[in-house]
């Protein structure tokens, strides 16, 4: 029974969901491209799999299930026991595991994305950049990461000393913060998340993600 | 003995981080599953929050925290997912999913409350609520809460079409899906009801969410909650 993924390499959410596949060395999935440029995700037939016109998408023989954070969670649970143990090994792993997690769809996400939206996206499709978003979200942003640094100074990964999901979750909007909106200075002003970042960014897993990214 | 750190909020109109109660309060409707649990208040309007003790346990400064022995754990819906696996043989029949598929969709509505609705829509929309009739004593901007609204609309009339063809969320059964979003429908009943009651399913849903005995038992724990 394969696997679809239903999005796109270059696209953030996808992302989250081809490095976890990868981590767990799962090989049997195929990508449905979905081509946001062509509006393919708000046509009629797209939106019978995701109600909110949004990517991606996996489905897993009968059945469909839409949001990012969903679908990995599904995965690492579908293929525990192989590959990276992205939820810790105890039930207190896979709560902290959690709980960094929700931080990230929480306290980190929102500015992020916003930022990139602005610094990244907007100029590919050809629209003007709001710099007002860029000043409001970047402080909300570095707040946040004051917390990470402060954190990661006692902690090798976020949930502990093991490389989880929570981690992972970060990969794609802070690779494109970094190296694409031109926000490295957010990372590289803090030691810690400097060095954090160093490691989860340069997993083979995420790299073979970017490489299928640039295809 | 598992202590829940949660706000007390005396609703001093000179204290604007008092807006921290927008949190979904799922916790206390996961007595579902605990009953042997203590509420701690933590006094926000005081700053406690801020202080270098409460610091130490949730440095994003956020409220609600769950403590057992030496153990800590903020952010609510992982809370609630440790305590639903930790006490998966109490509380309710297939609160997250029988099947590693059915969890799956469990999942997938969790993360729909969460960024669908809670964080694009829900939050901000209540937050102005409260400013308005309660810090700030007066009138709700129609211009803040107007697009909100519209997405809360867009939102419900989603959830309306998929409960035309389950009973809850996720499928058949009450799970975590459903009780992480009931108390913010609690919340919109208070202001604009007609976002729930022009909706046949959503109606229906919510009557169900809200008549569960544990649902209750938060709303009297909250008794002096100001209603309108």
Known sequence: MTLIVHGAPYSTCTQRILATLVELNVEDYKIEFVDLRKGVHKSPDFLKLQPFGQIPVLQDGDITIFESRAIVRYLCEKFAGQGTPLLGKTVKDKALVSQWLEVESQNYNPAASLIVREKVFAPRMGAPSDESVVAAQTPKLEKTLDVYEAHLAKSKFLAGDFFSLADLSHLPYTNLLVNAAGKSDLISSRPHVSAWWNAISQRPAFQKVLAMAKQ | ?228
């Not at chain 2, 609510?76 to 297939?94: T, V």
């Not at chain 2, 604009?192 to 009297?220: N, Q």
Request: charged residues 30%; negative net charge.
């Open chain 2, 1 to 228: 003995m598992i202590r829940i750190l949660e706000p007390y909020i005396p609703l001093c109109p000179e204290h604007p981080e008092q807006v921290y109660l927008v949190c979904p309060p799922a916790l206390r409707t996961w007595a579902e599953q605990v009953e042997d649990f203590e509420l701690v208040k933590v006094d926000l309007a005081a700053g406690e929050q801020l202080k270098p003790e409460f610091l130490a346990i949730n440095p994003f400064a956020e409220i609600p925290v769950l403590e057992w022995g030496d153990f800590h754990l903020y952010e609510s819906r992982a809370i609630a997912r440790y305590i639903a696996e930790k006490f998966k043989e109490q509380g309710p029949e297939n609160f997250l999913g029988k099947t590693l598929e059915e969890r799956a969709v469990v999942y997938q509505w969790i993360e729909s409350e969460s960024h669908q609705f809670n964080d694009s829509a829900f939050s901000p929309w209540v937050m102005e609520y409260y400013l308005a009739y309660y810090e700030e004593k007066r009138p709700v901007r129609e211009e803040v809460i107007a697009p909100l609204r519209a997405r809360l609309e867009k939102f419900f009339d989603r959830v309306e079409a998929r409960l035309s063809k389950s009973k809850f969320l996720a499928g058949e059964y009450y799970t975590m899906a459903d009780m992480n979003i009931a108390p913010s429908l609690w919340h919109i009943m208070n202001f604009e009801p007609e976002l729930i009651t022009s909706r046949k399913h959503v109606k229906a849903w919510y009557e169900i969410l809200t008549s569960r005995p544990t649902f209750k038992k938060m709303l009297e724990a909250d008794a002096g909650w100001p209603l309108l």
